[in-house]
């Protein structure tokens, strides 16, 4: 099983990105998926999650400015992400549940937000 990021690149404050994520391989049906970050000198962080059935989670600092959402007939996962600030600066990860207990990294996607 192996996660493609995609969609990255670099926005002025304000601006808008949209991060999708796709799943190929071998596998069962996959459960939950979400993005991650990690921004210069800190830990990887928990962006935003999502249940197969289409329950969303966000951090609290992208509230009311990130979406994520997802295609469960394409295995793909998406951030739509608006009102961007320089602090969403960062390389962004997804992950999936691929079953068994098993997660999956993407390989990571870097945002840049200037201001």
């Known amino acids: 099983v192996q996660l493609q990021a995609s969609g990255g690149g670099q926005v002025q404050a304000g601006g808008s990105l949209r991060l999708s994520c796709a799943a190929s391989?071998?596998?069962?049906?996959?459960?939950?998926m979400g993005w991650y970050r990690r921004a210069l000198g800190r830990q990887r962080e928990l962006v935003a999650t999502i249940t197969s059935g289409g329950r969303p989670k966000y951090e609290n600092s992208v509230k009311g400015r990130f979406t994520i959402s997802r295609d469960n007939a394409k295995n793909t996962v998406y951030l739509q992400m608006n009102m961007m600030k320089p602090e969403d600066t960062g390389v962004y990860y997804c992950?999936?549940?691929?079953?068994?207990?098993?997660?999956?990294w993407g390989q990571g996607t870097l945002v840049t937000v200037s201001s």
């Open positions: 992950k999936a549940d691929v079953g068994f207990g098993v997660d999956m």
């Open positions: 391989g071998s596998m069962l049906a996959i459960g939950d």
